[in-house]
């Protein structure tokens, strides 16, 4: 099915564990995002890429990477998963200078 | 730092009214754009006006921009309960898009 979906939907860890979060689109846009959605925060940009093997920090990079060796994908790891990224984190994707398509999120509850 | 904020934070109205929402931005855009969020969901892009633009409509959305005032409004004619949901602007400058915390718009039957 063309979209942009993420995995997982929900996700439970321990602080100080490896996590990644899956991100896919099936337009090959060129542009993807990664945003976090706290309360009180609105959405807040973690990294983004403009094409395969660029990226580039946003707001909020620290404790996260990325990565992005095809169009199609774009990863976001937490290293070492701490409290405060307990978060509802949304990828996106666009074409330059157009609206983004968002995912439907992925919840991550840090315990 | 948010570069979009949005005024009100909550708005309750009844159905067949107007919902008027604002947006005030900090830095130079290259376009503004409108956002809606159901609860739980992922964003939905609304809207995208330009900054050489003055206004822009789509079916019952209208949105006005103010580049000499940094500011946008959004405007929802003939409201319907399923327009109940948040609303976010968004200012784009080169290619990405800074995000304000939204206005919560409820309308009721």
């Not at chain 2, 602007?89 to 919560?104: D, S, V, Y």
Request: aromatic content about 10%; proline content about 2%; hydrophobic content about 30%.
């Amino acid at each position: 099915d063309a979209g942009i979906t993420q995995s997982p939907r929900y996700k439970i860890t321990e602080t100080g564990r490896q996590v990644t979060l899956m991100c896919h689109q099936t337009w090959s846009h060129s542009y993807m995002f990664w945003y976090r959605q706290d309360l009180g925060h609105g959405l807040r940009l973690i990294y983004y890429s403009a094409a395969a093997d660029i990226t580039d920090k946003g707001e909020v990079p620290d404790g996260y990477v990325v990565s992005r060796s095809k169009t199609e994908n774009f990863p976001l790891t937490l290293e070492s998963a701490t409290r405060s990224q307990t978060s509802v984190y949304f990828c996106a994707s666009s074409v330059q200078g157009a609206g983004y398509t968002f995912g439907s999120g992925t919840r991550l509850t840090v315990v | 730092s948010q570069q979009g904020e949005e005024d009100p934070q909550a708005l309750s109205i009844q159905e067949g009214e107007n919902a008027t929402m604002n947006c005030s931005y900090k830095t130079s855009i290259n376009n503004l754009q409108w956002y809606r969020q159901n609860s739980g969901r992922g964003l939905v892009h609304l809207i995208l006006i330009r900054s050489n633009e003055r206004e822009k409509h789509s079916g019952r959305l209208r949105v006005t921009l103010d580049t000499s005032k940094k500011s946008s409004s959004l405007l929802i004619t003939a409201s319907r309960a399923a327009d109940t949901a948040s609303y976010f602007c968004a200012a784009g400058g080169g290619n990405k898009l800074t995000f304000g915390t939204g206005t919560q718009l409820k309308v009721e039957l």
